[in-house]
């Protein structure tokens, strides 16, 4: 029968007695064996009686209730299984509505498409309304050439560019009359030649002479 050790460190022999085992001490020197008396049991080696029903109780923090692990757990695994509903519920929605929304931007882009097609382009102007604009243009310089003429009348000094204003009274005026309107800018009813025609290029005519001198 091997020699055993108990927690306390005796050694009980195979003859029945029990013996402290000699041990070495940190200088070096040996300690030697000693005898224990029979009968005698260390605090370590006194077995503590453990009552089951109250070390369950006293552990019961640590390992929970019985059965309330499993039903936690189906709880969790149940609030997992909605909220992931819930998420594909809304995921759907949301795919629902983005697709009717779809649905009804294509109809209304059809129905501006419609409009956009029979409405006229910003770009395509009429050549009439271009006609009027231009001839506009043309009444306002040959009024401004006309107020310098008026001044130089009247006796004031004009710089080079004003008097080429005035000289240019009588191309205005033919510009004017090949659009079909008359030195004010109006649309000329009939065919005719404005009556100021001549005397104007006369005017720009006489001008030019007067700077040629």
């Known amino acids: 029968m091997a020699d055993k050790v108990t927690k306390s460190g005796i050694k009980k022999l195979s003859n ?3 013996v402290i085992p000699s041990s070495t001490r940190p200088d070096g020197s040996v300690r030697k064996e000693i005898r224990v008396k ?6 370590e080696d006194v077995e503590v009686y453990k009552n089951r029903i109250a070390e369950a109780w006293k552990n019961r923090g640590e390992r929970g209730v019985p059965g309330a692990e499993s039903a936690g757990s189906d709880h969790a695994a149940d609030l997992k ?59 306002k310089k040959l009024r401004q050439a006309r107020e310098l003429k008026d001044k130089k009348d009247e006796g004031a000094a004009l710089l080079p560019e004003q ?10 005026i033919r ?11 109006e649309k000329k009813v009939d065919g005719d030649k404005d009556p100021g025609l001549k005397a104007n290029e006369e005017e720009s005519t006489k001008e030019r002479g007067k700077i040629a001198g």
């Open 175 to 185: 510009q004017l009359d090949a659009l079909g309107f008359d030195t004010d800018g």
């Open 38 to 43: 029979p009968g005698y049991k260390p605090p």
């Open 81 to 139: 299984q909605s909220a992931a509903a819930a998420k594909n519920a809304k995921r759907r929605e949301a795919r629902k509505k983005a697709a009717a929304g779809g649905k009804e931007d294509g109809a209304e882009n059809a129905m501006n498409g419609d409009k956009t097609a029979d409405a006229p382009k910003p770009g395509a102007v009429e050549p009439e309304a271009e006609t009027a604009k231009e001839a506009k243009k043309l009444a």
């Open 16 to 18: 029945g007695k029990s």
């Open 163 to 172: 008097f080429a204003k005035v000289i240019k009274m009588s191309e205005l």
